[in-house]
């Protein structure tokens, strides 16, 4: 095999097909259309349509409620505030996911301490949780990140001594499942993304989920500019803003809704069978199973390369070949969320952090290696291929190893 070989340098891809995503048939285009026609396109009140799906939602993962809202993003935001944090409250995160985990900590003039991640979960690490501390720390924002659970019950643990709120990021583990109960049930409050790749979408939107009722109420007053169930029009107790969710993403996701179950359980199955071909590939190890999480969603399938078994190329090139390869694949963040230009120079505009607080300082050499040397991606619509496909990903692998070190 020489590198001419591969399709990168134009050879034959290993991969030859298209994983489409979103998936939807008539039922979804007849959904909107109906929604369409009815008129009724706006989302003034949060109920009908939309109380129906947040009660189906709720009772998919096992809370008393959901709220919807605008995205994932809104829906931390509106859970932390929901939790009663106050400024200057430190909040713990892990660096390895996604901006907004971190963004809406500041937004809420709070302090966004990061903890490192495990090395075999890349989920927060609870030993690096309690490391970093203080008798300021509120909350933590465990992330379930590629749809595999975190260490629930010690960070449970953790929270309960310290008298903290958990806040799971579960924007990545739709139906997802930690020792057999669903994600987003486990903590203060769950917060989904319904973004265009998340693996439940109506384009944009989010939701929280909760048992607590007065936490409920009052995502649900900061979703709506403030207003009260019961109240009038133009009455506001809180400073919340228009957060609302329409109509037309909510007949979307209620079709979703249907096809979300088998779709896990199809992408869960997938993965199990990736790392057993995978774990035959020297130098290529999958994120390990076993750590309670029952049912994995596999936003993300992600594997850990070591470029010592493939001539020394480094991350980025031999994901530039994979994907060349035709396979759904990228090699994830580029760089820890701390070292982004907004924590480095601490430009967080009309939020105040105290003067302290130094991110050049922070150093988390679990996420530094998965991000510069180890990380590599295969997105969630390829994780719905057939066991064909899980076997052409691997071959893609060997392929490129071969052809590296001809
Ligand atoms: C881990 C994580 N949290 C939160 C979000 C925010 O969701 P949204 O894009 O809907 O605002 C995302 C989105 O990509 C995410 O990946």
Redesign the pocket.
């Given at each position: 095999m020489k590198r001419e070989e591969l399709a990168f340098y134009g050879g034959l891809k290993t991969v030859d097909k298209e994983f489409p995503w979103p998936v939807f048939d008539q039922a979804e285009v007849d959904a909107v259309a109906r929604a369409v026609q009815s008129g009724a396109w706006a989302n003034p009140n949060c109920d009908g349509m939309v109380a129906e799906f947040e009660q189906e939602f709720a009772g998919y993962c096992g809370t008393k409620h959901a709220i919807t809202c605008a995205?994932?993003?809104?829906?931390?935001r509106l859970a932390l505030l929901a939790c009663g944090v106050k400024p200057g409250d430190e909040v713990i995160i892990p660096p390895y996911?996604?901006i907004?985990?971190a963004s809406v900590v500041a937004e809420a003039n709070c302090v966004p301490v990061f903890a490192d991640i495990d090395p075999d979960t890349y989920n927060i690490d609870p030993v690096a949780v309690e490391k970093v501390l203080t008798p300021r720390t509120k909350a933590i924002i465990p992330?379930h990140?590629a749809g595999q659970a975190c260490n629930m019950d010690a960070l449970m643990q953790i929270a309960a001594r310290h008298n903290l709120k958990v806040i799971e990021?579960a924007?990545?583990a739709h139906g997802g499942e930690y020792k057999g109960i669903k994600l987003g049930s486990i903590g203060d409050a769950g917060?989904f993304?319904?973004?265009s790749?998340?693996n439940l979408t109506s384009g944009?939107?989010?939701i929280v989920t909760t048992n607590d009722e007065k936490l409920a109420a009052m995502v649900d007053s900061l979703r709506n500019v403030g207003r009260v169930k019961g109240g009038q029009w133009y009455e506001h107790h809180y400073l919340g803003c228009n957060y609302r969710i329409t109509q037309l993403q909510i007949v979307l996701l209620s079709q979703q809704l249907k096809r979300l179950e088998e779709q896990t359980r199809r992408r869960n199955e997938n993965g199990l069978y990736l790392n057993s071909l995978l774990e035959k590939i020297p130098g290529i190890t999958p994120l390990t199973r076993g750590h309670g999480e029952t049912l994995h969603t596999y936003h993300i399938y992600i594997f850990r390369y070591d470029k010592s078994f493939f001539n020394r190329l480094p991350k980025r090139e031999f994901a530039a070949l994979l994907a060349a390869e035709g396979v759904p694949s990228f090699m994830g963040y580029p760089e820890p969320l701390y070292k982004q230009p907004v924590f480095q120079k601490k430009n967080f505009m009309c939020y105040a952090i105290p003067e302290h607080v130094d991110y050049t300082k922070v150093h988390c050499p679990v996420t530094e290696k998965a991000c510069y040397e180890e990380a590599v991606w295969i997105l969630q619509h390829a994780m719905l291929g057939t066991k064909e496909d899980m076997e052409k990903f691997a071959g893609a692998i060997a392929k490129i190893q071969k052809a590296v070190n001809f």
């Open positions: 995205n994932g993003s809104v829906a931390l996911t996604f907004a985990t992330v990140f990021d924007a990545h917060c993304s319904f973004q790749s998340k944009e939107g989010g």
